[in-house]
């Protein structure tokens, strides 16, 4: 890899994923750079890949070709174990259906995630339940809470592990415009304080005007 990629927080070179049976390839060599504190929107029509990409990019999903480094490791290269190690320890991933664990209080879900990357302080978790407007909710059980409050429970869970890249697949599409609003200002809070870099795919065209750029993607390819 060249040196320059080294500063870029994420850079993704010439990835091409294609899944079996396909007529062609939903990823058709895709390169992006994001850097630390910048909030990136990913749009494109249903269908175009935005969620493969952010699961490629987490290690979810394995590529056919291409490198994406996080930090200046290349999670292409590593085994299962190293790239379950480094999603712990430097990615954040919120999805639209919120993927609490039903059975755990919210100070649970919180604390869990944050006890998986080695980072389970009871006054970080407490300030962060502060900032997501969560204290008073902190007993509860997912089912109790409202499709806001969970979203930002799984916001906290997402970033309870102080993930140098948050990544989040249609944070408010299952949420009322107002709701939604309130949803994305908090990622753009947190990215915006802690640095994190931030890459949203989503339909929204409100929120992707709240990103400092736009990426979209069409036919395997952005623009
Ligand atoms: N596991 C899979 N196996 C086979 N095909 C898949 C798989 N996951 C996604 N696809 C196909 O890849 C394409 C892109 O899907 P993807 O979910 O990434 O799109 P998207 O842009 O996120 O869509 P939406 O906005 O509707 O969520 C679709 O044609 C989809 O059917």
Known sequence: ????????????????????????PVLDGISLDVEGGEIVAL????????????HVVAGLEPADIGHVLIDGQDLTEM???GRA????????IVFQQ???????SVARNLAFQARLAGRAEEAQLDALALRLGLTDHLAK??????GGQQQRVAIGRAVAGGPRLLMADEPT??????TGDTVMDL????????????????????????ADRRLHLSRGRLA
């Open 79 to 81: 085994d299962d174990r």
């Open 43 to 54: 749009t494109g029509e249903s269908g175009s890949g935005k969620s493969t990409l952010l």
């Open 98 to 104: 919120f993927n609490l664990i039903p059975s755990l």
């Open 85 to 92: 190690a480094l999603r712990r320890s430097d990615i954040g």
């Open 141 to 146: 059980y997912p089912e109790e809470l409202s």
């Open 1 to 24: 890899m060249q040196a320059n990629l080294r500063h870029m927080l994420l850079a993704v070179r010439d990835l091409v994923k294609r899944f079996p049976g396909a007529e062609r």
């Open 173 to 178: 599409g299952n949420l009322d415009e107002a």
């Open 187 to 210: 990622l753009v809070s947190l990215a915006r304080t802690e640095g994190t870099a931030l890459l949203v795919a989503t339909h929204s065209q409100r929120l992707a005007a709240r």
